[in-house]
């Protein structure tokens, strides 16, 4: 297709269902003559001009052609594909496949090793916030939304609510933050539960607790002998969504980002997983990606309460650079959308690049 009559063209493949859906964003409005369906691609025709998109991977079933919707600002319409038996089945069987199994987490890379010597820097401006620590202990912590009660065979105190301390020589780390001591960590400015550093004024984490600080690798740096070690907000993102949803069986889920991000001002992002591994084609090049309805709030109005008090609603504390590149992310693929599909319900529709390399 000739690339300047549109800005995008978005191929939703769904094998299972033997399903494409097509959404082309034009960039003026055209008088389209026919669609036409081809084996391995299809053509739109403009008066005597013909328009190719090629669909790479995908047999296309040429009398499929059905929901067809022309605007003076998109194209929309769906076809259906044949599978090959030996990727999915027929119609009689069906080969499963294990899904997320080969996906890496922080928790399995911890860049931290008992044997080196470090030094705490906030990531911004490099300043230290620490003298040189030799860590004794690196232990992972269990899950944010696990019941502390059960990190422990017995209980730990009259409140029979455990809570982990970490000392001067431990850090306990999850998926992207890790927990310190306050006796460790210097050159800080403490405001209620926030914690920034004292020369920039950089967020830095939350005071967890009277005796702990929680940081996320993305905001503080790690530096040893030989370099600095730190993270990417919207990696750190990712995989935190990553292993929310492949705890998850279903398909769809809702998840709630909070960041506390200043002394009265609290960010939410409301995460609505319609579906959490799509493929889809944008251009020429393939991904797969989890398609999402999202929305945000800067203050815990009646939607965010009523999303925090639902049971099946996950919620997961995120960092400040982690909300702004979340957000940067997806408002940029949303943008990829005509007007008519960007939103629904007063959420934007998005994708999540959840399964690519992209920083």
Known sequence: MDKNIYKTVILEIRPRLQSVNVVINLISPIEVSKISLNEDNFQIIVDEHVHTVCCKN?????????????????????????????????????????VGSNVHTNLENIFLNVSMEYVIQCKNCSHNLSENVKFERILPLPSENSDSSDWFCHSHGSSNVAVLNPKESDVFYGSCYCHLSKQLVHNVLETEKLVVCKRCLSWLGLLKNSETFKFWFNTVAFKDETMVHSTSPLSDTLIALREILNSILFNTAKIVLCCQSGKKQNDYILLWILEKQLNVQLGVKDYKVAKVLFKYENNKNETVKKWMEDSNVVSVDISKPMTVEILKHLYKFNKIFPQEFSESNNFFISYLMMYEHEK
Do not use: P
């Open 58 to 98: 995908l047999k296309i079933v040429v009398n499929s052609l059905s929901s067809l919707i022309v605007t003076q600002t998109y194209i929309s319409f769906r076809f259906a594909t044949v599978n090959s038996s030996d990727d999915w089945g027929s119609f009689k069987t069906e080969v499963l496949r294990t």
